[in-house]
């Protein structure tokens, strides 16, 4: 997986974490912490990338570089939420994996059905998304 370093990002999950531990410090013993889904499976960021003449796009239509830096980004979420697991014994840390439960949607999209997820069987529609660029 080529992913690109983001100082941004890393700053962002920085200030999350020490909130997190903040709130950890005030009291909360049960806290659930979710990742993030699959921004490249957005018609936003599809419509977006599509003047992008380097974008690569995976066998649903989405946004490859995007999903990989999302996945990127909870790798990193997750290794942080086990040192605080491991920190805080006494807190129950729950890691919502968005990620996962979306991209196993999209892996099981032809037994679920187009009622459950219209856009996977109609690749355009994914791929224009509601701004016209």
Same mark, same amino acid.
């Given at each position: *997986? ?45 419509? *977006? ?52 439960? *979306? ?31």
């Amino acid at each position: *997986m080529k992913i690109k370093s983001n100082v941004s990002s890393s700053h962002k999950l920085c200030c999350f974490i020490n909130w997190l531990q903040k709130i950890i410090s005030q009291g909360a013993r049960k806290v659930l912490v979710f990742g993030v889904s699959l921004d490249g499976c957005r018609p936003i960021s599809v419509t *977006m990338e599509s003047a992008n003449k380097s974008a690569t796009y995976d066998r649903f239509g989405c946004v490859k570089d995007n999903n990989d830096f999302c996945n990127y980004h909870n790798v990193l979420l997750q290794e942080v939420l086990k040192e605080l697991r491991e920190q805080h014994p006494d807190v129950q840390i729950v890691y919502g994996d968005l990620y996962s439960a *979306m991209q196993s949607i999209l892996d099981n999209s032809q037994s679920l059905g187009e009622c459950f997820f219209p856009f996977i069987h109609n690749y355009p529609l994914i791929l224009k998304g509601c701004l016209r660029v």
